[in-house]
């Protein structure tokens, strides 16, 4: 586990940093489209998405396509879920910030503390993953509860669950299709390595 992080810590780090800096695109698109329409915001949070997935997939393309030489001359051993790996790696803070929000959930209405928890928890959230803030906000819409406020915390966290999803399939399916040497994007040049 150790080896894995040091030998793979540019990779995790490069798919966090894309995180990052989709962040602030996100934020700039949410901050630009929110106040016009619901459908222009939900718009921009899906372009917002599909932008962070497809640099998400020439990342850990990549890092399948060098492995494709390692594996095939014994250097490195097959491992058919690393792209999945790579991607919970530069996910656990998103990880460590749904925890907290679901601590929020499931103690929030008997204690005080972990409501508030729950809160800042679901704020951080909305920065860090801000590029799928326009879907949360389109699903809490969509349901229209009765009483918005008990419910906000339970949809974000439901939303940012399932958010994690397809950066874990495209990670997965990346390598893969990386490792065979199938490009969707952009192919490395072999000079690179």
């Not at 996910?91 to 508030?116: C, E, K, R």
Request: hydrophobic content about 55%.
């Amino acid at each position: 586990m150790k080896n894995f992080f040091k030998d793979n810590s540019y990779y995790i780090i490069r798919l966090f940093g894309t995180q990052v800096g989709l962040t602030v695109f996100g934020m700039m698109l949410s901050f630009a489209t929110a106040d016009i329409s619901m459908g222009l915001f939900l718009a921009a949070s899906v372009f917002s998405v599909l932008f962070y997935l497809a640099l998400m997939y020439s990342t850990v393309s990549e890092v399948g396509y060098k492995h494709a030489e390692k594996i095939a001359s014994g250097r490195m051993r097959l491992s058919k879920p690393f792209g999945l790996y790579l991607c919970l790696a530069a996910y656990i803070p998103n990880f460590l910030v749904l925890i907290l929000m679901w601590i929020g959930v499931i103690f929030g209405s008997s204690q005080t503390w972990a409501g508030t928890l729950g809160g800042v928890a679901n704020t951080v959230m909305h920065v860090i993953f801000s590029m799928f803030w326009g879907i949360d906000r389109a699903v809490a819409a969509a349901l229209n509860p009765a009483d918005p406020e008990q419910v906000a915390l339970l949809i974000s966290s439901v939303v940012y669950t399932v958010s994690m999803l397809p950066g874990l399939l495209v990670s997965a399916l990346a390598y893969a299709l990386g490792r065979r040497g199938i490009s969707l994007l952009s192919r490395p040049d072999k000079k690179q390595f």
